[in-house]
């Protein structure tokens, strides 16, 4: 629903943005009921009309009800942001999908991200992997399991437009998934402060049609980046800045 603000680009996205909206409806209509009642009071209370200031204790129920009735109206509605938060973090963290197309592998570094693609074996581990740097080629509507790392510092992989976020720990390995559901170029910000290059750490992912992957894949394949296979070494480039 928030796509015309934001595309959303994977099969989830809408689903986050609804937690997200449910949370803005809830939130926003009692702020302006609240901000009607002390307006309306205000008004209606004004000097001229009622002079003399009365002294309410607020502990009897006719007059405390109005707290407790607030409150569980509150409470209400937190189990239904709860129950669609819930359901969302399920679906996109604590379970992986049965079928998944392939699988890559994630690791950043101070101050890049290294993406490792299966090669035209479509098996990841092998010697025909892609390794290549702040660029993650996919196919539209292919379903992805990532194992994430980092070498150096938390870092958080990141693509906005998917409304996909994890953290990379240094020293484990977080497996996830996506399924990209349009076609183009997006952004793959770190979104963790990880040092003096954090800002200029910018990936890009690039969700290509099977055609276009297919021919990325011969031009890219052969090639490797400066990085060992690993995951845990450094970019030769950055080596001196951390
Ligand atoms: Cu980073």
Same mark, same amino acid.
């Given at each position: 629903?928030?796509?015309?603000?934001?595309?959303?680009?994977?099969?989830?996205?809408?689903?986050?943005?609804?937690?997200?909206?449910?949370?803005?409806?809830? $939130?926003?209509?009692?702020?302006?009921?609240?901000?009607?009642?002390?307006?309306?009071?205000?008004?209606?209370?004004?000097?001229?009309?009622?002079?003399?200031?009365?002294?309410?204790?607020?502990?009897?129920?006719?007059?405390?009800?109005?707290?407790?009735?607030?409150?569980?109206?509150?409470?209400?509605?937190?189990?239904?942001?709860?129950?669609?938060?819930?359901?969302?973090?399920?679906?996109?963290?604590?379970? %992986?999908?049965?079928?998944?197309?392939?699988? =890559?592998?994630?690791? $950043?570094?101070?101050?890049?991200?290294?993406?490792?693609?299966?090669?035209?074996? $479509?098996?990841?581990?092998?010697?025909? &992997?892609?390794?290549? @740097?702040?660029?993650?080629?996919? @196919?539209?509507?292919?379903?992805?399991?990532?194992?994430l790392e980092s070498a150096d510092v938390l870092?958080?992989?990141?693509?906005?437009?998917?409304?996909?976020?994890? &953290?990379?720990?240094?020293?484990?390995?977080? &497996?996830?998934?996506?399924?990209?559901? @349009?076609? $183009?170029?997006?952004? %793959?910000?770190?979104?963790?402060?990880?040092?003096?290059?954090?800002?200029?750490?910018?990936?890009?992912?690039?969700?290509?049609?099977? &055609?276009?992957?297919?021919?990325?894949?011969?031009?890219?394949?052969?090639?490797?980046?400066? =990085?060992?296979?690993?995951?845990?070494?450094?970019?030769?480039?950055?080596?001196?800045?951390?």
């Amino acid at each position: 629903m928030l796509n015309w603000i934001i595309l959303e680009a994977s099969s989830y996205a809408a689903q986050i943005d609804n937690v997200i909206l449910i949370i803005a409806l809830l $939130g926003g209509f009692w702020l302006f009921a609240a901000e009607f009642v002390l307006f309306y009071f205000v008004a209606k209370y004004r000097r001229s009309r009622s002079p003399k200031a009365l002294h309410i204790t607020g502990y009897d129920h006719e007059h405390n009800k109005w707290i407790h009735w607030s409150h569980y109206a509150v409470i209400a509605c937190d189990i239904v942001i709860l129950v669609f938060a819930a359901r969302a973090w399920y679906h996109v963290k604590q379970s %992986v999908p049965e079928h998944v197309d392939e699988e =890559i592998r994630i690791v $950043g570094h101070q101050w890049a991200w290294e993406f490792v693609h299966p090669g035209p074996d $479509g098996k990841l581990g092998t010697p025909d &992997d892609i390794d290549v @740097v702040d660029e993650l080629h996919v @196919v539209v509507n292919k379903t992805y399991k990532f194992h994430l790392e980092s070498a150096d510092v938390l870092h958080s992989f990141s693509i906005p437009r998917f409304r996909l976020k994890q &953290d990379a720990v240094p020293g484990r390995e977080i &497996d996830g998934w996506f399924t990209p559901t @349009v076609a $183009g170029t997006f952004d %793959v910000p770190c979104s963790q402060m990880c040092g003096l290059g954090h800002g200029i750490m910018g990936g890009r992912i690039f969700v290509e049609t099977e &055609d276009e992957h297919r021919k990325w894949l011969e031009s890219a394949t052969g090639k490797t980046a400066a =990085i060992p296979a690993n995951g845990t070494g450094k970019l030769a480039s950055t080596q001196g800045g951390n």
